[in-house]
């Protein structure tokens, strides 16, 4: 969900053409690799790889919680949050940190750093962006838009249950629905962005 703004967009100016399927290519494709099953198994330990969804209204970060992350300085006044739901391979009905919603954790991100954490039980995750961006601009109907796109992270840290992760990656499959039309990421997050980001984690590095 970050990139520098010439990847957002063709040289033309216009929205990409590409097929929408073409997104969730990639996700299918790490998916199927797998040797391991995706199912969410009744263990404490993450599967190799496991599924998360980000999903809700990004809000500017006040006060963040110490995660035990030396790489992300999440009070740094550059992050914003929203929520993590599960998917696949992680234990979550019977978390007693699970919330009203089925949130089971939390997304920090900045633009400024181009990094990111994840709160979740048992553990916690660091990441940097290292590629990707949103080639489809969708206007929305509504004076919004939908900006969709895939992005590439390495895990600088992983703690707790998460341990065997680090050094490995995270392959989002995002569309971020923009509230007001623009440049993508203009007033981010005051403006409106709600995040619905499927995030494929795995122990691997990226080839």
Do not use: W
């Not at 997104?23 to 391991?36: C, E, H, K, Q, T």
């Not at 997304?107 to 660091?126: D, E, K, M, N, W």
């Amino acid at each position: 969900m970050i990139t520098n703004q010439n990847q957002n967009m063709p040289a033309s100016g216009q929205p990409a053409t590409i097929p929408r399927r073409t997104l969730i290519g990639g996700a299918v494709a790490a998916l199927l690799a797998s040797p391991r099953s995706i199912i969410a198994e009744d263990t404490d330990t993450p599967n190799n790889p496991f599924i998360l969804l980000l999903h809700g209204l990004y809000q500017p970060v006040v006060h963040a919680p110490n995660l035990g992350l030396s790489s992300v300085n999440l009070n740094d006044g550059s992050y914003s949050t929203t929520k993590i739901y599960p998917v696949f391979g992680v234990p979550d009905s019977k978390n007693e940190d699970k919330q009203d919603d089925g949130a089971i954790g939390n997304f920090y991100v900045s633009l400024i750093t181009h990094r990111c954490a994840y709160q979740l039980p048992g553990g916690a995750i660091a990441m940097q962006f290292t590629g990707g961006g949103f080639p489809m601009i969708i206007p929305d109907g509504s004076g919004g838009q939908y900006d969709e796109g895939t992005f590439e992270l390495t895990i600088l840290e992983a703690t707790g249950i998460y341990s065997a992760f680090q050094g490995g990656h995270n392959h989002m499959v995002d569309r971020l629905h923009q509230l007001v039309a623009g440049a993508v990421f203009a007033g981010f997050p005051a403006s409106g962005y709600n995040e619905f980001c499927f995030c494929i984690i795995s122990q691997y590095p990226f080839p």
